[in-house]
């Protein structure tokens, strides 16, 4: 989120005394003030004033960011193509090697930022660039497709924006909402060229409180892709600066939640948890089932050191594991390519039932911040 402008007036009154000199000129005159000159002076009435969208020492926010993740690799274990209910056991399961590492490109940009109202518009590309292990790739033809299917790379393209609404001068309101394109695609034929309409969209909605510069909390409801597939969950935000100013915390459960550091203005240290994910529409494959999605989703566990290069350049380095969380499939062809919701208790059928082992991981960053 970018600065506030807070605007207030002020009226002032400044009365210079005038002292007589010990002789008194008898030739002077006061001239008489007009006081009409004053009828236009409106009353301003009460001047109301709004809770800023930041607290205290929080992480600088990223109006430009470019990074690159990398993996060490893990084991990537796949049922065969089939019918299978949520956590039962599969056939044909194999296992092969599995790393990527990919770019990510993003922005957010302020377009209008008031004391009363701010509104951000943001963008990405995010890329997997997946590689996998010939030595341990099985013979299974449903692996193996799955397997060349997700090889050719997963892309993300978004568009997101975020308002922030003051209600007075500690309650707000924020609502973000992001729109995005994921698949195997590449553009290089009709068959791997996206679909508008296996887009996939997202929204939040928390109301909050601002009690003083060092705490900021809210609550809400988020529709999201964070665990892979289509979720309606709650959520937490809870971001909070001691009164030493030297930790605190980055919270928006279920997403992320992090310790902070803060050692000087020009180096902070997190320490937490990120649930990133999304769904990923898998084109021309050479399964039998079509209207494939990929339902990938994963924890990074991590530290997250950033510093202050020159002015707003900042770099960041996260280093961690990836813990998967989902990387199941789902098929939506039969169901006019429109999602659905499984939640905790449905019984909507994969198509591949997948593990994978925890990675370690590596992220550099390059960052222009608002601080």
Not at 245 to 256: M, Q, S
Request: charged share 20%; glycine share 8%; proline share 4%.
């Amino acid at each position: 989120m970018s600065h506030f402008i807070k605007k207030s007036l002020i009226l002032s009154l400044i009365a210079f005394p005038v002292f007589g000199m010990a002789q008194t000129d008898s030739t002077y005159q006061e001239e008489e003030e007009d006081y009409s000159m004053y009828d236009d002076v409106e009353d301003v009435g009460t001047i109301v004033t709004y809770c800023s969208p930041k607290i205290f020492d929080l992480s600088p926010n990223r109006f430009v960011s470019l990074g690159y993740d990398f993996t060490s690799g893990g084991d990537f274990t796949s049922s065969n193509e089939g019918t299978f209910a949520p956590d039962s056991s599969t056939t044909g399961n194999q296992t092969s090697g599995l790393s990527y590492h990919g770019l990510r490109l993003n922005a957010n940009i302020p377009v209008i930022s008031l004391s009363k109202f701010v509104w951000q518009l943001g963008g990405g590309i995010n890329q997997s660039r997946m590689t996998i292990d010939d030595e341990k790739l099985g013979t299974n033809l449903g692996h193996t497709g799955l397997s060349e299917a997700i090889s050719r790379n997963l892309t993300s393209i978004n568009l997101n924006t975020t308002l922030f609404k003051p209600l007075n001068e500690n309650s707000f309101l924020i609502l973000q909402m992001l729109a995005e394109m994921n698949g195997n695609y590449d553009f290089k034929s009709k068959e791997t060229t996206p679909e508008f309409a296996n887009n996939k969209y997202s929204t939040t909605l928390i109301y909050g409180k601002r009690p003083h510069d060092r705490l900021q909390w809210g609550v809400g409801l988020s529709r999201t892709y964070r665990a892979g597939e289509l979720n309606y969950i709650p959520v937490v935000m809870y971001n909070y600066t001691s009164e030493n100013r030297k930790w605190g915390t980055e919270i928006l459960f279920p997403a992320k939640a992090h310790y902070r550091r803060k050692f000087n203005p020009r180096n902070i240290l997190l320490a937490g948890y990120e649930l990133e994910g999304s769904s990923y529409r898998l084109y021309d494959t050479q399964l039998n089932t079509q209207g494939l999605e990929l339902r990938r989703s994963e924890i990074r566990a991590r530290l997250d050191y950033q510093r202050q290069l020159v002015g707003f350049l900042w770099v960041g380095i996260q280093a961690g594991v990836i813990v998967n969380y989902n990387f199941n499939v789902d098929e939506l062809a039969s169901r006019d390519n429109k999602d659905f919701y499984r939640g905790f208790f449905g019984d909507q059928s994969l198509v591949f039932s997948n593990k994978m082992s925890p990675m370690p991981y590596i992220n550099l960053t390059l960052n222009l911040v608002s601080l």
